[in-house]
């Protein structure tokens, strides 16, 4: 099965989402707005990621970013805090596959997880 923090309003999103929905895989949609993740799904996804910081998977190019959050420094529980309470810094989309995950961008990306499993 995979999982992917998605937003519907993300052309690169969509994509990815219509790429898995055009495997045999089920898909578990987790959009991320609504139902925005803790620290502890946020701590696991980094090692899925094989990230070492939450800024790993922030949006520089984010309105917010550049005004509130560039240049600045903050400790991984600092920003930990910030992502869930800003969760439109979340890169998009991310997919999971079991113990692995990826940022997909570009879109074919998820091509990595769907080839590992085959």
Do not use: G
Not at 70 to 89: A, G, H, R, T, V
Not at 93 to 99: L, Q
């Amino acid at each position: 099965m995979f999982q992917i923090y998605h937003n519907p309003y993300c052309k690169i999103s969509r994509k990815v989402l219509e790429i898995i929905r055009n495997t045999d895989e089920e898909v578990f949609i987790i959009e991320y707005f609504k139902k925005v993740p803790t620290v502890k799904d946020l701590k696991t996804l980094l090692i899925k990621l094989n990230f070492n910081s939450p800024h790993e998977i922030i949006r520089q190019n984010e309105l917010i970013y550049k005004k509130k959050f560039k240049k600045k420094n903050f400790s991984n529980d600092e920003w930990f805090q910030i992502i869930i309470e800003n969760p439109i810094l979340i890169e998009r989309p991310i997919v999971i596959k079991d113990n692995k995950a990826i940022i997909c961008r570009p879109p074919e990306r998820i091509n990595e997880l769907i080839t590992t499993d085959k």
